[in-house]
């Protein structure tokens, strides 16, 4: 009765899928995979059709009670409303119709939730966020069967739940809707995406351009805001992969629903840009544990399936079925999801490709970058990363020019992430644990320099976040790869500079890392390298005297005070090299710091009384000086193989590294045993236009900018 | 030339192999998993064939120069024989025959290996036991050409070193062929196939009887004494596994040239059933890691494979292929390999049933046994392994009624295994560390009880040797699998005592485990429960008092002296627990002792100068009494599941633990929350045929033996 509907993103018209399905019935005989995914679904369902369905008045807080039972039902009307798109059965649809039904009953009896967060409140949860994730999920359900209710369910579920849901995330909200923060997108999705089903075009301008409708709020400012333009998303791959949820799905509804606004070629394609992105910071499956990451996250993430399936939905990139195919197997319960399988049953997929690439940090891309090396492009190929990034706001770690080492679909030197175990409520709730902020976000956590015992920007984030690393050079220089940034605000007085190159060995042999890290300085200062590296310590060339009896702690604050000392080197000149075992392959690394140092070795676990680490390990190497460099080669190499009762073990490649100091730069070689030869200029002077001309070895070197190689 | 040439084991004439090879091409377009195995072969040997073969003077002891490269020799030799054998193609018997005549020249020419081992020398390697390996191999191999070589080349390999080498291994070395151990066996098969290959029956004879053939000594001798009656090996499935294959081997050389002996109705079958024993101790494709155990060997191992190709050869069975689809997906190069493949691929293969069973240890099955409690046939199901066998010779560990625990493919309460990183020259030369006999065999390094601090038979393995526990009981008791058994001479004075019970629960959730140890004693004495769990500890529900700045040795000697006491609890009494998190389960330990006791929590690594451990966790459960029982609950339950964002963490579900002396026995009584409730009466006097009338909780209980279970 003069209803317009609007086609919203997931959906497609009941009646065609049934035919399709139909259709592939005859012409195959075998289920396809994504016929069987869904027969699991729709058992699951079956299953919670048996009993009632609780719509409780809320009461909980997150983790609690109400709060999951609320958002598992969001889910179950979610999933009824794909399970009656896929199949046409009507029990799907009264299921989810009578869910929103006991909605429509007791939303409009709610005032703000009883344990509701004083900034963002809500209504059916204790924060906004919950609401308008529910409402995101709920929507799509809803879509699939809003024709086929009698006009007394949809007035009563419209008018009971879904306006006043809206009404309240929106115009009830104004703080966070229009905040240019994941939270308003999350707002701006729930409430665009409502308008669109429930033919409500005013709300969809609200969510686009703001309460005031000026485009100074929503969602394309979000846009404009929110990634970087490569993508990049300034919290890190871990929260990226939960902001991108709400630019996918409403993206894809904007689309479908008004595709003259080309929403998906809107900021050069940045939607896009932000799914491929987020794959590509993963190695092996898992994202980059930077920041304040849960480890176990990686590419079978439901955000990134949504993800997937509509940036494949429309590009048609077989390379994207590849990226898919490095997840479970399981695909999101819609048309889109059902593409990507039936396009990779009939052979379309090609392998997804990871690069070597510069991804630049800050809305205008000149705020740092994270710059990520690789060997190959297999999602396991050698890696190496440097997060030169800004801080990464309240959950960013204090870990300027950190770097991150993987070979082997392992990690080899690496970030402990967050300390956290997500929603296990015997430890601290499940929030965050108060070890996160005492060793996870420092310094000492990571694989960077550490002055004087503390932390970068000392451990305060928003003075981190007024500044970034200058990138000094993301490329290839005479067929090496290198990454290379610079620092001076994370410690008073100090400069900080690191350079990555990786190196190509012959075919079928990792490459080696070459690592330069220099602090610089006018004043002494105690420098601390620490190389969080995973695995069995197999040798050192350098005498270790270990604690045997006992064990004490290794400092005082600012991380340190959760370390045991392990073992400490003499004091150690020159050349020493260590090696590791993990999984089947040693790992090398040989290095030479400027001045005598001592070589540390460090257990987690100090000051622990919840037993909330866990263990790990490093090697911290340690000088005082004015100006230190260290020098590092990371390697991997030989093979440990019990099957086959082989073992190869080559130890280092490094015939020497040495440093000379050159009219106008450094010079940093590392000689190889087989003759191999690599010589990393740094120039003191690191602007990018600057010219050098400098006579090395009797030869003669020129360049512009901060960094050289040659080989 | 009147040579009889007997058909060995591992081999089929050339021609029908190619034959049958090339109607396989007509049948089916695409290539065979095996063809495509045995064309990477080709490349190996190929890439092998393009440089000279060293065959150097032998100098160097295990691990050396010269021992490498004669083993690689006789592998190259094997795996050209059985190219020929594929393909046909003559330039791999070309090759094998020009390495060969190499060594025709040099081994006559040979005296005592130059480091060799006194008690069993070789002359192309330092022990005897590699020569025999060399035989083994290179027999094989030369079987599939001899008849194609010309009589010069035949008469100058088997006079240079065939005939030699064989003469060396038996009459040359009577103190290893004539001697019932591994090493007798492997000189046995390398005798005895060289025989059946070059047509000398006598050498034949003397493999299986003894050098004076009169069956005191020899293979079937060794068949007799070095499996129980259940194919359990004395020294654990570590060495089992290498055990096993020179059993195999002849076997079927001694079946395909004389049938007539019926060599594998031997014994009633001994040499499938140890194979089928050894697959049998494993669990997810691990053996169990007991006595001198490398962790990392499984159902991979080049052992395996021979013994699952020759016993699928023989039976035809098809449960063989599914422990064949639990490997890697290589196989023998041999017609049997071929044939496991081409049987796997025409869908032939039925799952592996992985049983509950017990493994009588000794001879005659009367030295105790390894009993296995599984909760499906699955590889990964529950498992919960109790070693109640004998000592394992100068490779056992002190760990009577030790126990192991597995759930959802992970060990949860584990042994150490070996301390030793095989072959890792850096570590010793690759041979077990010093800390083996410190930590890895001790008591305390175990799950079972240690008291006063020192290990069963004070450590002496030759004393530990003489004895071995009583098994009270295994089998099904009213739904609940049960193993028992005791153990009187561990320890002076002290009386030990297990019983391990799998209680099912719903289906889909794992079942429980109940653990009841005790330890009887006049004396008073301090007795200590270590559960060496793995993954990380969520939360106790009793007080630690953790170290937070220095920790300290936990004991003196016998092991305890690398452990670093991390924790301590008050005095407790009663019912306590602890969960812990692996993988995306969680677990729970809910125990109970007698009297007043303290719980510690320990980590590996003190008194370690060469950082030879893995890091490792315990907790250790003490108290001091003239008598000692601990009960302990184990179960598995909730989800951590990060890519769904779903964690259920239930703790405990145990209501009660209670222990009630009865008239002559004790009653274990362990209640649910369920409601469910079980009791295991552990009877004073153990005998089998003591029966047993008790009344408790108004009930009249009757039974014979001495465990009784009701729920
Ligand atoms: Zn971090
Ligand atoms: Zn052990």
Redesign the interface.
């Given at each position: 009765a003069g209803v317009t509907v609007l086609a919203l993103g997931l959906s497609q018209a009941c009646s065609e899928t049934v035919q399709a399905a139909e259709k592939s019935d005859i012409s195959t005989q075998s289920v396809s995979a994504f016929d069987a995914q869904m027969t699991a679904l729709a058992a699951s369902i079956d299953a919670r059709m048996l009993t009632d369905v609780p719509v409780p008045v809320p009461a909980d807080a997150g983790g609690g009670y109400t709060h999951e039972q609320h958002k598992q039902n969001g889910k179950t009307i979610y999933e009824a409303g794909m399970l009656y798109q896929h199949t046409g059965d009507e029990k799907y649809k009264n299921f989810a119709r009578d869910i929103l039904l006991d909605y429509a009953e007791l939303y409009p009896t709610l005032g703000l939730h009883p344990e509701h967060k004083p900034s963002t409140a809500g209504q059916l949860f204790w924060q906004g966020l919950n609401e308008a994730v529910w409402l995101v999920y709920v929507i799509q359900g809803y879509e699939t069967f809003r024709d086929d209710l009698s006009p007394q369910a949809r007035e009563k579920i419209e008018t009971g739940v879904l306006n006043p849901m809206a009404d309240f995330l929106s115009i009830g909200s104004p703080q966070t809707f229009d905040r240019i923060h994941n939270h308003g997108t999350w707002a701006a999705a729930a409430v665009g995406m409502t308008g669109y089903v429930l033919g409500q075009q005013e709300r969809v301008e609200k969510s686009l351009l703001g309460l005031s409708q000026d485009g100074e709020a929503g969602f394309l400012k979000q846009m404009d805001m929110l990634f970087s333009p490569d993508g990049y998303y300034a919290e890190g791959p871990y929260y990226q992969r939960y902001a991108m949820m709400p630019f996918v799905l409403f993206s894809q509804a904007i689309e479908k629903n008004e595709p003259e606004r080309k929403i998906f070629e809107y900021r050069d394609g940045i939607v896009l840009k932000a799914i491929r992105a987020t794959v590509q910071q993963s190695y092996a499956g898992k994202f980059f544990p930077i920041n304040d990451a849960?480890r176990?996250?990686?590419l079978?993430?439901?955000e990134l399936k949504y993800g997937l399936a509509v940036a494949y939905d429309l590009t048609n990139d077989p390379t994207l079925l590849g990226a898919v195919q490095l997840q479970?197997g399981s695909v999101v319960p819609t048309p889109e999801g059902r593409k990507l399988l039936d396009d990779i049953a009939a052979g379309k997929a090609k392998p997804f490709e990871f690069k070597s690439l510069e991804l630049r940090d800050g809305r205008n891309g000149d705020e740092g970058a994270l710059m990520v090396l690789r060997s190959g492009p297999e999602s396991d190929a050698s890696a190496v990363v440097m997060k030169a990034t800004t801080q990464g706001l309240g959950h960013g770690h204090f870990d300027k020019l950190g770097l991150l080492y993987y070979d082997n679909a392992s990690e080899v030197v690496a970030d402990y992430g967050a300390v956290r175990?997500?929603?296990?409520?015997?430890?601290f709730g499940?929030r965050y644990l108060p070890e996160n902020d005492s060793y996870g976000k420092q310094t000492i956590a990571h694989n960077t320099l550490v002055v004087d015992e503390k932390s970068h920007y000392d451990g305060d984030w928003r003075e981190s976040q007024k500044f970034s690393p200058d990138v000094l050079k993301f490329g290839n220089i005479n067929g090496v790869q290198v990454a290379a940034a610079e620092v001076d605000t994370a410690y008073e007085g100090v400069n900080l500079q690191r350079v990555v190159a990786m190196v190509p060995r012959e075919d079928g042999i990792a490459p080696y890392v070459i690592d330069i890290l220099r602090g610089q300085s006018g004043d002494g200062h105690v420098y601390d390298l620490p190389v969080h590296y995973k695995g069995?310590?197999?040798?050192t060339n350098f005498p270790?005297?270990?604690e045997?009896?006992?064990?004490?702690?290794f400092g005082k604050a600012n991380g340190y005070?959760h370390l045991?000392q392990?073992?400490v080197s003499p004091e150690l000149e020159g050349q020493q090299d260590m090696?590791w075992?993990i999984g089947d392959k040693f790992y090398t690394m040989t290095f030479a710091v400027d001045g005598p140092y001592k070589a540390y070795?460090t257990?987690l676990?100090?000051?622990?009384?919840?037993?909330n680490f866990?263990?790990e390990?490093a090697l911290i190497l340690r000088t005082e000086a004015d100006n230190a460099g260290f020098v590092s080669v990371y390697e991997s190499h030989g093979r440990?193989d019990?099957?086959?009762?082989?073992?190869v073990?080559d130890?280092s490649s490094v015939e020497q590294i040495s440093t000379d100091k050159l009219e106008t730069a450094t010079a940093y070689t590392v000689s190889m045993k087989n003759g191999d030869v690599v010589t990393i200029y740094l120039a003191d002077d690191t602007q990018a236009d600057q010219t050098h001309k400098i006579s090395h070895k009797n030869k003669q070197v020129e360049w512009s900018g901060a960094v050289h190689v040659t080989q």
């Open positions: 849960i176990e996250k990686g079978n993430t439901v479970d175990f997500l929603n296990v409520e015997a430890k499940g069995q310590l197999i040798e270790l005297e270990h045997t009896t006992q064990m004490n702690v005070q045991w392990r073992a090696s075992l070795l257990e676990g100090a000051n622990d009384p919840n037993h866990r263990k390990q440990y019990n099957d086959e009762e082989v073992t073990f130890g």
